[in-house]
């Protein structure tokens, strides 16, 4: 299995490029091409803006501007979610290259992954905009929480990814499961409703032990909430070593279903 | 010296994949015990306990009916799929042309698609930047290479598979029946191409279906059959033994074919026969038949739909193709010897009839039709149970499936008992010559005009 995972890092080069040709066929042939990319969240977040404080104001305490609060979870969790979506299906999507080619079949769920993380980063920029133009700066040392944040966001889809990758080649229902319990996911977690609202607090349990509830405070503490240091970081670190141990425990799966992949895709 | 590529009583057995393969997700885990103990109705055995041994440097066919393992093995040596049982070993690196361009994106440029392919395959990018000409010339893509591959023909996305996948220079190349990807001028460019991987003492290993192709470019070969070697050693021996056993199974194939063209013409005929009966209307009917099918085969060549016709009156109750030694058979050889044996029986005596015999290519073309009364054979009189042989001594046909009218009718057309294309049987030829007859012919030289001995290649 190490040595496996020591392949992972040879196979950087076709990680690389299939990441960059999943990013280019995406935009291929449409007319504003890459600049998709940018144009996507900041549509979402012009429409948060108007339904939060047009159609139903949110005037919650503390979380003002509300739209921006909420954007600062959904842009990790919608690299999250259709990391995972896309994920559960790159095995069967490439079953051509399992079944054709010598081909490392791990390689195509982490691909998912990295190209959302992309997606991800090339949101974060309409985030500085609204966040500078609202005056809503984060506190500059809280800042270097972000890139660990990532990281384990990094470690705990790709984990998630490969299990769901395997597993959808023998149970092919997880593909047609997931996009509701991805919402479900969604609804359980302090995204669009802060995480210290008494009636999230009266539940503290059932928030804690949801893995994105942290991701996604983090991501709050580390942008949105600029009164002090963040305060999470205990979870947040507790949940990398998780992740560490998920992603070891994953890729066990999928290395021991790894025979299985070409005559089953 | 150790071989390229070695299978030691290889076995792989797939499992049926028709519901669900795992019941719950712990006897997923404990993936290999199941395999250990499964039902033997859901396994397929893809292969049973092959052994092969390549030898560096030399090319070796793999040949066998579609189904018979052929690409189960190259998978196996390919390193995709894991043997069940034995064990496999291959030396160097392995390029495996089983399908060309899988991986290819329709949406990005054919440039992208040549890089990312290349890495796949195993090269690094400085690599392939410096075989991408030759990676473009060879597929013959210059001016399309920057199009989406998407616009691609599919003979052009075949090329440009192929054209990565041999220049990444492998110790040992996997070829999966893909030369039929090109024209012409292309299928002998990838022939080049092979014959200079052989010269640099490079291990290829092909399937293919072109005994020819086995013939002339293997120093070995081996004969896939339902998984199992069937004969394995020198190409022209086990491409040989191949041939014997596909003739013995299209005899089984054409033998089912004709039952069945028997079966269901005379269920149709009789049919008829019942409803003429009930319009009473007997005669004039089958006068109207006579004339829609007239007994002279030649004149009604281009009509050539299967039937069985007549009033029964002298029945055809058998027909068989008999060979040399008199034994039915299906399948024949140009200039073999052939009978048409057929069987009749006449309800009561008669005093008209005319035996008929017709022979049609499979595009339905007349290639020879007569009958006796053509022949000026004057009928007298045909009682009871009877049999009439029509022998051709040499069958001079060249390559194909004929199929064969079969009559017995009175000298003005009207028809006891006619077959039309009921009875199916194969022509076959080691010279693949054209058209339809094949006159016995012999070619004479002046002495200055000279042959190389032997076959050609």
Known sequence: MFSNLANLFRYRGLIQSLVARELKARYRGSALGFVWSFINPLLLLLIYSFVFTTVMPNTTEGVQPYQLFMFCGILPWTWFSSSLSEAANSLIAGGNLIKKVLFPAEVLPLVSVLTNMVHFFLGLPILVAFLVIYHQYPVPSNLLWFPVAVLIQLLFTSALALILAALAVHFRDIKDILSNLLTLWFFATPIIYPWFQPSVQKFHLFFDINPFTHLAVSYQEILFFNKGPVGHWKWLLSLGAGSVLLFLAAYWLFDRLRDSYAEAV | ?457
């Open chain 2, 1 to 457: 010296m150790t071989p390229a590529i070695e299978l030691v009583n290889v076995s792989k057995i797939y499992r049926r994949y028709g519901g669900r393969q795992f019941s719950t997700l712990k006897s997923a885990l404990l993936q290999r015990s199941i395999l250990r103990d499964l039902q033997p109705s859901e396994t397929f055995p893809a292969l049973t306990d092959v052994s092969l041994s390549v030898p560096k440097g030399s090319t070796f066919g793999v040949m066998g009916r579609n189904g018979s393992g052929k690409s189960t093995a190259l998978k196996l040596v390919a390193g995709i799929t894991k043997p069940t049982s034995g064990t496999v070993r291959v030396e160097g690196r392995i390029s495996a042309l089983i399908e060309l361009g899988a991986g290819f994106h329709p949406e990005i440029s054919g440039r992208e698609n040549v890089f990312i392919n290349g890495i796949m395959l195993g090269l690094t990018k400085r690599e392939i930047q410096e075989r991408f000409d030759e990676i473009v010339d060879f597929a013959e893509l210059r001016e399309f290479i920057d199009a989406p591959v998407k616009t691609y023909s599919s003979g052009m996305y075949m090329r440009l598979g192929f054209a990565v996948a041999i220049n990444v220079n492998p110790d040992v190349l996997l070829v999966d029946e893909v030369l039929a990807v090109g024209d012409e001028g292309f299928t002998h460019k990838c022939l080049d191409k092979f014959a200079e991987f052989k010269r640099s003492n490079k291990t290829i290993l092909l399937v293919t279906h072109s005994l020819n192709l086995i013939e002339r470019f293997c120093d070995e070969a081996i004969w896939l059959d339902n998984g199992r070697a069937m004969s394995h050693g020198d190409p022209k021996r086990v491409v040989g033994a191949y041939l014997t056993k596909v003739e013995e199974g299209e005899e089984a194939l054409l033998a089912a074919t004709t039952a069945k063209a028997v079966e269901s013409a005379s269920r149709a005929s009789t049919g008829q026969v019942g409803q003429e009966r009930r319009d009473g209307q007997d005669g004039q009917d089958q006068q109207e038949h006579a004339v829609e099918h007239p007994a002279d085969p030649t004149s009604n060549m281009f009509q050539a739909t299967e039937g069985r016709w007549g009033s029964r009156e002298v029945e055809i109750t058998d027909v068989a193709l008999l060979d040399r030694e008199g034994q039915p058979s299906f399948v024949f050889h140009s200039g073999d010897p052939i009978g048409v044996r057929v069987k009749l029986r006449a309800a009561h005596p008669v005093d008209d009839f005319v035996f008929g015999f017709g022979l049609f290519n499979a595009d339905g073309v007349c290639c020879y039709g007569t009958n006796t009364y053509l022949e000026e054979l004057a009928p007298q009189r045909l009682t009871g149970e009877a049999e009439a042989t029509f022998a051709i001594e040499s069958l001079d046909l060249v390559e194909g499936t004929y199929k064969l009218d079969v009559a017995v009718h009175k000298i003005d057309g009207f028809p006891y008992d006619y077959h039309r294309l009921l009875y199916t049987f194969r022509v076959k030829s080691r010279i693949h010559d054209v058209g339809i007859y094949r006159p016995r012919h012999r070619w004479t030289f002046s002495p200055n005009v000279v042959f190389k001995p032997g076959t050609k290649g």
